[in-house]
């Protein structure tokens, strides 16, 4: 689930971190402290009746001097967030230590500083993914530990979906992930369906209204049907969550590993005063399939093992499926091409444009056929003698690729070769003409074909 990182405003242009965490812990201290923050959960807690039974058990834990014995902010941070949690269950609730603020002095120096820390934590985390590769079997595995802001966290996904996009199945590992964005969760998601369909629902106490998430346009390819396998651990927790629950009711993952954390509310962090903040989750996740969410009872997984097991598992049942899901792309790979051979082969040329056509756009969305596999099919039907089969196909690539010079090229020698002349030219002065558009390096060649096929012309 998102996160709302705390902040704090530049008043000058030099920072120096001094510790804000002195303070002597008094009883007025700790007194105020909880009088804001149950003030805090009464305003922004999404359930507004257990805000204020929370905020109700925290009074009465003061008055019986459960907070005497600690004299740290980290001490009664910790201990704040027992309390807060025995009432509301909340996993997502803590209440934290502000780590040592940053005071502001007169200097430059600083900005440029912190602007190099961010762009290099940005390099190292690479927007949550730490690792993208390929295992035995063309097995597609990557390892997110996190999802980064669509900003920063799409492009990277692009990338990795691009490398894995060949894949026979992929497994997705969330076992170190503490979740982020729900934009990026919906991204993602996405990757894995070709229809419209509704992942998740957000309810925010803030103007009562719900945040609907469906499937999206992603830059790459999409893979609706690749076997898919998501990872899970204990430590699996909010977007993180999100995400294999999407799945699993969705019927479209199979999850291995342990239960997961159980935090389902999002919201922000926010200071209670200079020492102390709290993350309150202004929200809740409603699953559109099941009506609730994982709040509390955690993503329990299709098959259980231990987390360090997780792969293990996974490895063994992707093997098994990347293995079906090859012999079913075969089988649909043959019949696309025996339905370009069919075409080729049994009608005329104006009809079996109008038949082949579509079934090369089949082979070239899918990637099983290229402009340049479609030229080469051309070239040897023309070795084998068979020149009329491979006029039509070299045509088609001229319709599939009208800004190509080389398939105009291609084209012309084969009418050459079936003696129509005239309309070799005409090709090869297209060829030439968009050659010359495009500063295609193949330019000088395609040149000397025009002038070749020019003084061989009989006409």
């Not at 993208?132 to 996190?146: H, S, T, W």
């Not at 969705?250 to 020492?275: D, F, S, V, Y």
């Not at 996740?285 to 792969?311: F, R, S, Y």
């Not at 010359?436 to 000397?448: A, G, R, T, V, W």
């Amino acid at each position: 689930m998102k996160s709302v990182v705390l902040s704090f405003l530049y008043v000058g242009v030099f920072t120096l971190f001094v510790n804000a965490q002195s303070v002597e812990l008094t009883k007025e201290y700790k007194s105020s402290t909880i009088d804001r923050l149950s003030e805090m959960l009464v305003d922004r807690y999404v359930f507004p009746d257990v805000a204020q039974k929370t905020a109700l058990h925290l009074q009465k834990k003061l008055e019986a001097g459960a907070f005497d014995d600690t004299h740290s902010p980290e001490d009664f941070a910790k201990l704040l967030t027992e309390m807060v949690q025995e009432v509301n269950q909340d996993k997502h609730m803590r209440i934290r230590p502000i780590p040592p603020r940053r005071q502001v002095v007169e200097s430059k120096r600083d900005l440029i500083g912190d602007k190099l820390y961010q762009v290099k934590s940005r390099r190292e985390h690479t927007a949550g993914f730490k690792e993208a590769k390929k295992l035995e079997g063309n097995i597609g595995y990557f390892d997110l530990r996190g999802f980064a802001g669509i900003g920063s966290g799409a492009p990277v996904a692009d990338h990795a979906m691009a490398l894995l996009g060949t894949s026979d199945a992929i497994i997705i590992d969330l076992r170190k992930n503490g979740g982020g964005s729900p934009v990026m969760v919906q991204y993602l998601c996405s990757y894995f369906f070709d229809k419209t369909v509704h992942l998740n629902s957000l309810y925010w106490r803030d103007g009562d209204r719900t945040e609907e998430f469906w499937t999206t346009n992603v830059k790459g390819e999409k893979m609706p049907d690749v076997p898919l396998f998501v990872l899970t651990s204990n430590r699996t927790f909010s977007g993180a969550e999100e995400f294999s629950y999407n799945m699993q009711t969705q019927k479209r993952a199979t999850l291995i590993g342990e239960t997961t954390g159980g935090g389902a509310n999002p919201g922000g962090t926010m200071p209670i005063n200079e020492q102390l903040m709290v993350f309150i989750p202004s929200g809740r996740a409603i699953n559109p399939i099941t009506g609730t969410n994982w709040e509390g009872t955690g993503v329990v997984p299709d098959i259980e093992v231990k987390a360090e097991d997780a792969l293990t598992e996974a490895m063994v049942h992707a093997q098994k499926a990347a293995e079906g899901y090859r012999m079913k792309k075969m089988d649909e790979y043959r019949q696309l091409l025996s339905s370009v051979e069919t075409a080729i082969t049994k009608h005329e040329e104006d009809r079996s444009l109008n038949v082949l056509l579509p079934s090369l756009e089949k082979c070239l969305k899918i990637g099983l056929l290229s402009e340049g596999d479609i030229n080469q099919m051309g070239y040897d039907y023309m070795q084998s003698g068979e020149l009329k089969k491979a006029e039509i196909l070299l045509h088609s690539n001229t319709q599939l690729f009208p800004e190509s010079a080389n398939v105009f090229d291609s084209y012309g020698e084969v009418l050459a070769e079936n003696g129509k002349w005239d309309k070799a030219i005409q090709n090869y002065k297209k060829a030439v003409e968009l050659a010359e558009l495009q500063d295609d390096p193949m330019l000088e060649m395609f040149q000397k074909n025009l002038m070749s096929i020019k003084k061989k012309n009989p006409n």
